[in-house]
């Protein structure tokens, strides 16, 4: 019973360099989400997708970007990362349809940018 | 603009007491209001929800209640124990799934 598994827990990087964020879930799951939790300002969305090979921005975009080649995989990417990224970054999954369908997150990967 | 939110940063309680713990919202188009429980170095889980068309849902120990004309809702936790020390957030779904959260707010509770 894995749920969601993000990949890695923990990451320091240098202002500038690049990094990719893994992302899966084995519920079967249409959609998925990164989100990203600062202190005091809870979790915000910063893409999604609704499906395998979809993506769409959410609230805080600028800076990532993602990928979803399989339906259990949701890849975000940091092309030069700068210090106001420093965050806990999530991944959600949620499956579509009528209800409530909540969504179910991984434990986390606490990014530090130097 | 911050669609959800709670304003109260903190709660601390005595174990076997209620925990009440609010949440405003200003989007009149969500149609489901979730709680979610979150401890330190872990992701957060899902607590219980509230469809809009409801006006109170109850699972165990924790009740959510509903007020639309005042766009605002609570969670009560009877009776609260130590396991329940964590952060909560509020969060909100429209049609299209995405969740508008709340800053959350830490529970503390006292033996």
């Known amino acids: 019973n894995a749920g969601v598994t993000q990949t890695p827990k923990f990451r320091v990087l240098k202002t500038g360099q690049s990094m990719t964020l893994l992302c899966a879930q084995d519920m079967n799951h249409e959609y998925m989400y990164w989100y990203r939790q600062d202190p005091g300002m809870g979790l915000r969305l910063i893409h999604y997708?609704?499906?395998?090979?979809?993506?769409a921005k959410g609230e805080v975009p600028d800076g990532y970007n993602v990928s979803r080649l399989k339906k259990q995989n949701f890849l975000l990417g940091l092309e030069s990362a700068a210090p106001s990224q420093t965050s806990v970054y999530f991944c959600?999954?949620?499956?579509?349809?009528?209800?409530?369908?909540?969504?179910?997150f991984g434990d986390g990967t606490r990014l530090s940018i130097l | 603009d911050q669609q959800v939110k709670q304003n109260s940063p903190s709660l601390s309680v005595q174990e076997g007491r209620i925990s009440i713990l609010n949440c405003d919202y200003t989007n009149s188009m969500f149609d489901y209001f979730l709680w979610y429980k979150k401890y330190p170095a872990e992701g957060p889980t899902f607590l219980i929800s509230i469809s809009s068309i409801k006006d109170k849902n109850e699972d165990g120990r924790f009740t959510v209640f509903l007020n639309k004309s005042a766009k605002h809702l609570s969670l009560h936790i009877v009776p609260s124990q130590p396991g329940d020390s964590a952060v909560y957030f509020c969060a909100a779904r429209k049609s299209d799934y995405k969740l508008s959260f709340g800053a959350g707010t830490t529970v503390t509770v006292r033996a």
């Open positions: 997708s609704v499906g395998e090979g979809t993506t």
């Open positions: 959600a999954s949620s499956s579509g349809g009528t209800g409530v369908q909540p969504q179910h």
